[in-house]
């Protein structure tokens, strides 16, 4: 039945493409036609048209997650639940990417699946979670804060939700491989010049990154870092 995975993947591809279209200018709209919700839309933001080569890469990266999650968890509640968790984060990564734009439509709703499904799923850790999205709220709006404007409110409200989704302590993992991410795509960018020091780079898809990697290969990822710094012996 991986033939169906697939097929759902890139069923659930073509939507998230559709919906990186639609939902960003009715954000704006709802919010405030000239600047949009101040809370979540941050400087420099613009309405990009639409991208061949994103829904190429979304449709492919929506599928590629869904078989794999199959094949992981094949049919059943914890399969639905991390493939839900998938594509929001990959939709908050492409508008964020194209509209420096973290909506909180599609924060709330991440947040309330994840709590729905650490109710209902029987090895679920609601305790973890909630100390999760804590833990990577508080650190992050603490950066927002000393950083004096390197981080948005999107941002901080992104991480309460990876925190949500990958608990405690694995929140750790996920929001230090966003940054160590972010931090060498950002360095890259202003190296090659593609953005300025004072230009905004939009930082949700490396904490998307982040936790994309944590949630599928966090153990892993546990496990070679340990052998690499010696912790694990």
């Known amino acids: 039945m991986m033939w169906l995975a697939a097929l759902l993947g890139a069923l659930c591809g073509l939507l ?4 990186a279209d639609w939902l960003p200018p009715r954000v704006v709209d709802q919010d405030d036609p000239s600047t949009g919700d101040p809370s979540s839309r941050l400087p420099g933001a613009q ?3 639409r991208c ?5 890469l979304l449709t492919f990266g929506s599928t590629a997650l869904t078989v794999y999650l199959h094949g992981r968890y094949a049919w059943s509640l914890a399969f639905l639940a991390q493939s839900i968790s998938c594509w929001l984060l990959l939709l908050i990564a492409v508008i964020d990417l194209e509209h420096s734009l973290v909506p909180n439509v599609l924060v709330l709703a991440g947040l309330a699946q994840a709590l729905a499904f650490d109710l209902i799923l029987p090895r679920s850790n609601l305790k ?3 100390l999760g999205a804590s833990f990577g709220g508080g650190v992050f709006l603490i950066l927002a804060i000393v950083g004096r404007g390197a981080l948005g409110p999107g941002d901080v409200k992104l991480a309460v939700l990876i925190g949500m989704l990958t ?4 929140v750790v993992q996920a929001l230090t491989l966003g940054i160590l991410i972010g931090g060498l795509a950002a360095a890259i960018l202003l190296v090659t010049r593609v953005r300025g020091p004072k230009q905004y780079i939009p930082y949700a898809p490396y904490l998307v990154a982040g936790c994309l990697s944590t949630l599928l290969f966090g ?10 710094s010696g912790v694990g012996g």
Request: proline share 7%.
């Open 219 to 228: 153990q892993r990822i546990a496990e070679w870092f340990g052998r690499f």
């Open 128 to 130: 973890g979670a909630l």
């Open 16 to 19: 998230l493409d559709a919906l």
């Open 52 to 56: 061949g080569l994103r829904s190429v």
């Open 47 to 49: 309405i990009h048209p």
């Open 167 to 170: 608990g405690f302590p694995w």
